[in-house]
């Protein structure tokens, strides 16, 4: 009788990054703390791993990053200063950060690379799959892509990444995948990652988005990857690795993701997504929306 993988409920986020894209804003403030709306980014990612059950989650963060851990503790003197006002809605939604999840962090100190940060996740997560999410990318929460990466892993054991389908021309900006059908259809076996590839060394147009369901195997193998693209230890060169040899934490499988993605480190995209998420907001939608429509027709 085949034994089922243990059950997920650890996730990792890397968060030490020093978001150059948004200079100057991020000189002094985290770029993972620029709001979305009314809503730091990396609430949002928070918010997506409580949603697909994993209740413990590890941010790995650098100097400067004090902020998100602000973000996510008590505010007993903002709490105190509501509650005397009778501001009962602000006093909710300080205290829903700090209610989300069980928090822990640790600090990369050095940037050698997504594969590094991982790697300090290890005394963490031990033995146990987990998953990680990458603070950039906002995943609508309509679109429950974790819980399905999740169920996948739960499934077939091994690890398994998420994959979308991109231009061709954009395909360097990102890691690739090379992959084989199975009998779903928004699934995929992987067998071979090539990180950030030129367009015609690309060996599809799938490429590489920020969530990771991971086995525990995957550190093993981070602790001999050498420095690759940009002299950083890449995470994909680890899961090439394990796609090329499932005797090491099983199969590597992906989940085509068709749904809504923002890629908030974009300054554009940021941009979007703050629009996007506000026309949707019964709050704020329909008089946005409406300024909105006033705004592009007299631009036009």
Not at 83 to 100: E, I, P
Not at 164 to 188: F, K, N, R, W
Not at 246 to 272: A, C, M, N, Q
Request: aromatic content about 4%; glycine content about 8%; some cysteine.
């Amino acid at each position: 009788m085949t034994q089922s993988p243990p059950r997920i409920t650890k996730a990792v986020i890397p968060a030490a990054g020093l978001g150059t894209r948004f200079l100057p804003a991020t000189k002094a403030t985290p770029k993972e703390m620029l709001p979305v709306v009314d809503k730091p980014a990396i609430q949002y990612v928070v918010e997506e791993a409580v949603a697909a059950g994993l209740s413990d989650v590890l941010m790995v963060t650098g100097r400067n990053k004090r902020p998100l851990e602000d973000h996510f503790d008590r505010n007993y003197e903002l709490e105190s200063a509501l509650t005397r006002k009778g501001d009962a809605d602000r006093l909710a939604k300080v205290q829903q950060s700090s209610d989300l999840a069980t928090m822990h962090y640790v600090r990369q100190g050095d940037p050698r690379g997504l594969g590094h940060a991982v790697l300090c996740a290890a005394p963490h997560v031990g033995d146990q799959p987990f998953a990680v999410l990458l603070g950039d990318d906002l995943i609508d929460a309509r679109d429950q892509l974790l819980s399905r990466m999740v169920e996948i892993q739960e499934h077939e054991g091994g690890s398994v990444i998420a994959l979308m389908e991109v231009d061709p021309e954009q395909i360097h900006l990102y890691g690739c995948a090379a992959v084989e059908t199975t009998a779903e259809s928004d699934v995929v076996r992987v067998t071979g990652l090539v990180e950030k590839p030129e367009p015609a060394d690309a060996p599809s147009n799938l490429a590489v988005i920020g969530r990771y369901v991971l086995d525990p195997a995957v550190f093993g193998v981070l602790r001999t990857t050498e420095p690759g693209r940009g002299g950083e230890i890449q995470l994909t060169d680890a899961l090439q690795h394990m796609a090329a040899d499932e005797s090491i934490g099983g199969p590597v499988h992906g989940v085509v993701f068709k749904g809504r993605r923002y890629d908030t480190g974009d300054r554009g995209d940021y941009l979007r997504a703050i629009v996007r998420l506000a026309c949707e907001r019964e709050d704020l939608g329909p008089d946005f929306k409406a300024w909105l429509r006033r705004y592009v027709t007299e631009e036009m």
